[in-house]
């Protein structure tokens, strides 16, 4: 793969991560974290080739530990620093956060009464599309008839 396709596919997740700042804290740590792969991979390999080897069980073992101490630094510092993302490297280490709207019918019901009847005991999603559409609401009306649910998970890779 070419440096330029590699740019290209690698993800960019600036619209869901949570404080994206690239501070060099993470950067270093991505960097130790990478290096820690690199090793454990490496043992792997050998670990594999030679299976009767049994001294590389330990180091196979070091290694990931490793791996899992770095990944703990990771998470604990980009909570307090921010994510770190290099699009052009495919380099990752960010929280990332999913939302999940949930539209409550009291909350339409209070927010758009002249549109009732067109709820029936749920929100019907479709309904609220086509009424925004319509230009019958606003955005912001949809917007206070839902609450947020956020999940988050850690994105910690590196796209080589």
């Not at 101490?69 to 307090?80: D, F, G, P, Q, S």
Request: charged content about 30%; some cysteine.
């Amino acid at each position: 793969m070419t440096q330029e396709n590699k740019k290209h596919s690698n993800p960019d997740y600036t619209a869901s991560a949570v404080q994206l700042t690239n501070p060099p804290e993470v950067k270093g740590l991505l960097d130790e974290w990478l290096a820690a792969v690199k090793v454990r991979d490496e043992v792997r390999y050998q670990y594999e080739k030679e299976l009767e080897a049994l001294p590389l069980y330990g180091k196979d073992r070091e290694a990931r530990a490793l791996v899992d101490e770095a990944r703990k630094n990771l998470e604990v510092t980009i909570k307090e620093f921010g994510g770190y993302q290099d699009m052009e490297q495919g380099l990752y280490a960010l929280q990332q956060v999913r939302r999940t709207l949930i539209y409550d019918p009291e909350l339409v019901l209070r927010h758009i009464p002249e549109y009732a009847d067109k709820i029936l005991g749920q929100v019907d999603i479709d309904v609220l599309k086509g009424l925004l559409t319509g230009k019958l609401i606003t955005q912001e009306q949809v917007e206070r008839c839902s609450t947020a649910k956020e999940s988050f998970r850690f994105v910690i890779e590196a796209l080589l």
